[in-house]
């Protein structure tokens, strides 16, 4: 990025995004031409509405309107929020910064990030109230989430020219890849989630190995926990095949490097926590080095298959004989070798 012609208020906008997500920052600042811009303040928008729906210090009546009516503020000069606590709270506190470029976006950008942002407030205060019992409640907490992300990203894609306009007319590919994500990261942080008093696994998985979610983290409940670990991320695999197809239809080398990165994380995550018990005492992470080799190998398609189909071979060999899942996540497995 040319840091000399950017605007304070940009300048701003990416030492917030350097702020909020290490590592990533770089992989969005080398994204080509219009791009950059429009997703450096897509993400900081995305984490300014996720911050607000994280921080358990604001009341539920009061945080219900806010996120219904996020989206206004994109459109709204003088409004941010300095009464949060949470450890993102500087993109609250410097929103004015983050609508002011949203407004210098060309409208085609503004009319995505609004949108989204739009829809992904009014589900956040519907998974505000439910529980998640199904399988189906998960998919749909994910599409709120997560999903609705990468519908918005790949709009992003297409509309900039640098990505041709199936990328962004596919919406359940971009929603699968957003699930894959987020179903990954539910799964990796299990104890954190529950020692935030957070349940985001499924009701109608945990309560067939035990009679509370929270048992899992009791040492002798071990067994049954590791049995329903391995169910989802089952169910999380099952997402690559759109995952490949996603990838496969890009051919800008920067936003292809942006996707990629991401699901060679999440996919090297399930592999380290499938059968592990280690997700139930602690938070299961990818080590710093491993995660930029991984980085610098995920640039082409072939790379990437490549990726998936080492670590699938891994979960394979993990696959325990009298896991009640064994069957299916072999077949999950063999589907995606297929395709790698
Ligand atoms: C919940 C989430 C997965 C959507 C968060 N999310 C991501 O996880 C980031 C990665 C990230 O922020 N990593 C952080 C992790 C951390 O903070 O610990 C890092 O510093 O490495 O990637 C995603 C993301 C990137 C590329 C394609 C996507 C398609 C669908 C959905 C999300 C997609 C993301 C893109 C945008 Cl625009 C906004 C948010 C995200």
Known sequence: CDFNSMSPSLLTCYNLLNRTSRSFSAVIQALDGELRNAVCIFYLVLRALDTVEDDM???????IPMLKSFYKNLQDPDWKYMDSKDKDRCVLENFQCISKEFRELEEMYRDVISDICQKMGLGMTEILVKKVDTMADWDQYCHYVAGLVGIGLARLFSTSGLEEPIVGQDTQLANDLGLFLQKTNIIRDYLEDYNDKRIFW??????KYAADVGDFSKVENQEQAVKCLNELITNALELIPSSLRFMGRLKNQSVFNFVAIPQVMAIATLERCYNNP????GVVKIRKGEAVRMMLGATSIERVKAIMRHFTLQIIEKIPNDDPNSAKTRAVCQKSLELT
């Open 57 to 63: 210090t604001i009341p539920i009546d009061i945080k």
């Open 278 to 281: 280690k997700v139930f005492t």
């Open 202 to 207: 499924p009701k109608v998985a945990w309560s």
